[in-house]
């Protein structure tokens, strides 16, 4: 991933709100994401500072660079996986318009500045279409807690470190950063012979990024390791919540059904993996004696920078919280340069091995990303051990899972020496009762 002129650490914009410190949207990010227009209509947007470039209304303003056309009629139209299909060279070049259109001293500043909307005052949508859904199990961290809960002497099953673990979700149930969730109702063990239906008493979340396919490939036909980015739109924030209590009864022989299906949160906004060039990091190191990646999941670049340097967070509000005015409390924060044994180029590799054909607009998980130590841990599964260690949190109240009321906020973003600070929003959603 090379660096060029969008990336100026000391480049100013016209919008003020972007020049804030501890902005997440600063003119060297350009996350795209969709939002309703006044006549309901889905249309495709920019974020910079805490506004929105509606691209329906800039892209039939004059100065835009010639080669664009493409680029901008799918936008215009608010098709946002047809943008996503023209691939990297496309969004570069758009994003390069943005960059020079949207820095102090523009020419566009008159045109674009009528163009734009406060984020609070839209209603924010899914990025994209969101056509299918693989959720991976990248953080060997999280695994190995997990694993060590049910399996105390092998916690990481011998696969895991050969190849990337993951299964096939569904679409239907993800849903944006915002709407509630719904506690939801299965089947578990009880204690006698017969199951017992009814709300999971053991609801978690997962602190995930998201990974958007743009380009795809035709079935049949293998993406190779050093290709692999190239099919990569960019990044969210993803919360994959998992009722624990369902799925250790429903899992074997064939994984999580009810347990996953009833939920996931995904952020509005994708950040491009363009704009996530300087925060590029080497994957995880892998301890001695661990088996060196098989050819095919093994690349040049991919060793020298696969990874991500993202800080990850997750943030809980309460019902008691919030009634008395509180804010919400971290409970943890992690790298997910530290967390993921696989990294993103991998995943693709890997999933288009045998031929799968890869569509714009499908959605990788990445599995939970927790770190090393307990307080980097990005579930409550983990923070608890299991429900045994209930988090006693500031006001006094404990939690082992999550409660009706409670509002998980995840947050991510990326720094370092040299950089603008970028990051990629915030994830959330409030847990209501389940029904019936």
Not at 182 to 196: D, F
Not at 324 to 338: D, K, P, T
Request: charged share 15%; aromatic share 8%; hydrophobic share 40%.
């Amino acid at each position: 991933m090379n660096l060029d002129a969008s990336h100026d650490p000391a480049m100013q914009s016209w919008v003020d709100s972007a020049n804030q410190p501890q902005t997440d949207f600063p003119i060297q990010n350009l996350p795209f994401g969709r939002f309703r227009g006044p006549d309901g209509t889905l249309r495709a947007a920019v974020a910079i500072g805490d506004q929105l470039l509606d691209l329906k209304q800039a892209a039939a303003c004059p100065g835009w660079p010639a080669g664009l056309e493409g680029a901008l009629e799918a936008l215009a139209a608010g098709n946002m996986n047809r943008f996503m299909a023209l691939g990297k060279t496309a969004r570069q070049g758009l994003r390069m318009a943005l960059s020079e259109g949207f820095k102090a001293g523009s020419q566009q500043q008159a045109a674009w500045s009528a163009c734009l909307l406060p984020q609070q005052a839209v209603q924010m949508a899914l990025p994209c279409e969101i056509g299918d859904y693989t959720d991976f199990y990248a953080g060997i961290h999280h695994a190995t807690a997990v694993g060590r809960l049910f399996r105390p002497d092998a916690p990481l099953l011998p696969n895991y470190k050969w190849v990337p673990i993951g299964y096939h979700g569904r679409s239907s149930s993800i849903i944006v950063s915002g709407q509630p969730i719904r506690r939801p109702l299965g089947q578990t063990k009880g204690s006698g012979e017969v199951p017992v239906v009814g709300p999971s008493q053991r609801l978690d979340y997962e602190l995930e990024l998201g990974f958007l396919i743009g380009a795809g490939n035709q079935l049949g036909e293998a993406i190779a390791i050093d290709d692999a980015e190239d099919h990569l739109f960019g990044v969210t924030l993803f919360n994959d919540w998992s009722a624990r209590d369902i799925q250790a009864w429903e899992y074997q022989p064939l994984g999580p059904f009810l347990a996953k299906n009833f939920a996931s949160s995904l952020s509005p906004w994708v950040v491009t993996m363009e704009a996530l060039a300087p925060f590029r990091a080497p994957p995880l190191l892998r301890q001695a004696g661990d088996p060196q990646p098989l050819p095919y999941l093994d690349g040049a670049n991919d060793r020298l920078q696969g990874g991500l340097n993202i800080q990850l967070e997750a943030w809980l509000q309460t019902a008691a919280m919030r009634a008395a005015g509180q804010s919400a409390v971290r409970l943890s924060s992690g790298n997910a340069s530290e967390a993921a044994y696989w990294t993103p180029a991998q995943l693709v590799a890997h999933h288009t091995l045998g031929g799968c054909n890869l569509q714009p607009g499908d959605l990788f998980g990445s599995g939970t990303l927790s770190g090393p130590r307990p307080d980097q841990a990005g579930s409550l599964m983990e923070q608890s051990q299991g429900g045994k260690q209930p988090i006693r949190l500031p006001n006094g109240e404990t939690r082992s899972f999550l409660a009706d009321g409670d509002e998980l906020t995840l947050k991510a973003f990326c720094e370092r020496a040299g950089a603008r600070r970028i990051g990629l929003g915030e994830c959330s959603a409030i847990v209501l009762p389940a029904k019936g």
